[in-house]
């Protein structure tokens, strides 16, 4: 006799997982459609299209699992938030940062949802997307190597032996002699400083072309708060006397005509402060010197702050798109009196 098919329901992180896989895929996808209409260099193009092809298979999975689990597919985005006669508003260059970027948000995020998923077609399904997101990120950065776009983190000496620290003044960065800074330090300070400066030319570009003013004010205050922290990163580097790396600035046009929505838009200003604060709450675990800590836990409640008014905005226009939630229990027994 065949054992009955019993369906197990998702759990809170199985939906989780699947609704911002969806919200995120649904605003990349139009954006990569318009990059891939408008980028000229073939070895880049083979990249956004392998990108764009990857997303649109996701987004019709992600559909065909909603729609088994009878659960509302999102409204995310679509075509509609892109004006794809718009003048080219970033550069080639500046286009392959953005897929990388894509690439390695994956890893992290594909990565936590088969982590915290139980159900095997689940579990299968972020295994295949943690591939992919790889795959993504390696052919980004093979093309950024290959075209000498790579910026490499800072190189230090080899030491000429193992050495135990005997000192608890390793750990001191406010009074007296600083230590050099760690690999590791050094390697999230880096990748932070890179991380902020993309995220500063994204929005230099929304900041000359959004339509509402609110919204250019809002992305010209997250420029200042990206450069403050690049600025101070810089300095962390420059005491070990190690360089910073570039901007990208200069990989935004002149263009004031917007190719994207404002509620698009604001959406990925949005993903990037939320990538922001979960890459620096990674770097405080890893970094042992107290000031370098003290940097990075500011760091985190501007952002923060920055992430809220973004909130509101999104509230107020209508944008923001309810995610998956708790029963109110208190409010029907309320409703029901």
């Known amino acids: 006799m065949d054992k009955m098919e019993h369906h197990i329901d998702l759990t809170s992180a199985e939906l989780a997982a699947l609704w911002t896989s969806y919200m995120t895929e649904s605003a990349s996808n139009p954006i990569l459609k318009y990059f891939s209409k408008i980028v000229v260099d073939e070895e880049i193009t083979q990249v956004i299209n392998f990108t764009l092809q990857k997303s649109t298979e996701h987004l019709s999975t992600l559909k065909e699992i909603f729609n088994k689990e009878?659960?509302?597919?999102?409204?995310?985005?679509?075509?509609?938030?892109?004006?794809?006669?718009?003048?080219?508003?970033?550069?080639?260059?500046?286009?392959?940062?953005?897929?990388?970027?894509?690439?390695?948000?994956?890893?992290?995020?594909?990565?936590?949802?088969?982590?915290?998923?139980?159900?095997?077609?689940?579990?299968?399904l972020y295994f295949h997307y943690l591939i992919e997101a790889a795959k993504v990120e390696d052919a980004a950065k093979e093309v950024m190597l290959s075209k000498g776009l790579f910026i490499r983190p800072p190189y230090i000496a080899t030491p000429d032996h193992p050495d135990i620290v005997k000192k608890q003044n390793f750990l001191r960065g406010w009074f007296g002699d600083r230590r050099t800074l760690t690999a590791d330090e050094i390697a999230h300070i880096f990748m932070n400083h890179t991380n902020n400066a993309n995220g500063k030319a994204l929005l230099i570009g929304f900041a000359q072309t959004a339509g509402s003013e609110e919204l250019r004010n809002h992305f010209v205050r997250g420029i200042d708060l990206a450069k403050s922290i690049m600025e101070s990163l810089s300095q962390l580097l420059e005491e070990s006397t190690l360089p910073s790396p570039m901007t990208w600035d200069t990989e935004v046009t002149d263009s004031t005509i917007s190719p994207f929505s404002d509620k698009l838009m604001l959406f990925h200003v949005m993903s990037l402060n939320g990538i922001g604060i979960g890459n620096i709450g990674g770097s405080l675990a890893l970094s042992l010197r107290r000031d370098i800590a003290a940097k990075y836990f500011k760091m985190i409640k501007d952002i923060g702050l920055y992430a809220e008014d973004g909130v509101n905005i999104m509230i107020k226009n209508g944008w923001f798109e309810r995610p998956p939630q708790a029963i109110d229990r208190e409010f029907l027994s309320k409703k029901k009196t």
């Open 70 to 124: 009878n659960y509302p597919i999102p409204i995310g985005f679509s075509d509609e938030d892109v004006n794809f006669d718009a003048p080219r508003l970033y550069s080639d260059t500046y286009m392959l940062y953005f897929i990388r970027n894509l690439g390695k948000a994956g890893i992290a995020a594909d990565g936590m949802a088969f982590s915290t998923s139980a159900r095997k077609d689940i579990r299968d």
